[in-house]
């Protein structure tokens, strides 16, 4: 559904959705980061292989649950209208704002699917929630290295393309609250409601 200046706020839902995607995402990109280490830490001795791969299955579960998740969220955004951007923001900002939702739908969906390609072809399954028996069916995906190398290296890229996209999405937002002071961040935070100073909408 498109835009509606008659909506002022992103439903509880929307907003629902947003925050615990948002968390998510970072904490996947920093555990990723992390069980690059844990291997490490696992030869060394310091820590089990089974802790190790403890943490692998509630990665790709958390993974798996943000694809979900994004998809209800895809779901409601086109079925529920949204606010519409301040008619004060400049063209070139807007498709800017536009083009990093799309980007963040993009790895929201993304990078769990290249996750999950990654490792459909591996020897060890895949628990989810770490249960036993519990496995993840794998994708249909061509058990040849040159995929491998490929996937690895788009899930790796998509770590900081996750990073980059928020740090301008953040940025965005707080130039909006501080000093466009035209009340957007109030939409999508909850109890937040400091009075539009130059908005038209
Ligand atoms: C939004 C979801 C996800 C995000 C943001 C994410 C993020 C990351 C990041 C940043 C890394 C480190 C990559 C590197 O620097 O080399 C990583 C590693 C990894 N991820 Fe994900 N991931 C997600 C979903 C998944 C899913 C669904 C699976 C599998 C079902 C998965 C499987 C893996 C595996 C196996 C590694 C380790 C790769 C290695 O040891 O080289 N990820 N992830």
Redesign the pocket.
């Known amino acids: 559904m498109t835009a509606t200046p008659e909506a002022k706020r992103y439903t509880t839902v929307a907003i629902i959705l947003h925050w615990l995607i948002a968390v998510?995402?970072v904490s996947?990109?920093?555990?990723?980061?992390w069980?690059?280490d844990l291997?490490e830490a696992a030869r060394a001795g310091e820590i089990s292989f089974g802790q190790v791969q403890a943490v692998?299955n509630w990665?790709?579960?958390?993974?798996?649950l943000?694809?979900l998740l994004?998809l209800a969220r895809l779901g409601w955004r086109f079925t529920h209208p949204v606010p519409a951007l301040p008619a004060t923001m400049k063209p070139w900002e807007a498709l800017g704002a536009r083009a990093a939702h799309i980007g963040f739908y993009g790895?929201?969906i993304g990078?769990?699917?290249?996750?999950?390609a990654?490792?459909s072809n591996?020897s060890l399954p895949?628990r989810l929630f770490n249960i036993e028996g519990f496995n993840?069916p794998g994708l249909p995906v061509p058990d040849v290295e040159a995929v491998h190398e490929v996937l690895?290296s788009a899930?790796?890229a998509?770590?900081?393309v996750?990073l980059v996209l928020l740090a301008l999405h953040a940025g965005a937002a707080l130039k909006h609250h501080f000093l466009d002071r035209d009340g957007v961040l109030n939409r999508m935070v909850p109890g937040l409601n400091v009075p539009p100073q130059n908005a038209q909408d």
């Open positions: 998510m995402l996947l990109v920093f555990v990723g980061w069980m690059e291997g692998y990665h790709k579960t958390a993974g798996i943000v694809l994004s790895v929201m990078m769990p699917l290249i996750g999950w990654m490792v591996s895949t993840l690895g899930h790796s998509g770590g900081w996750i």
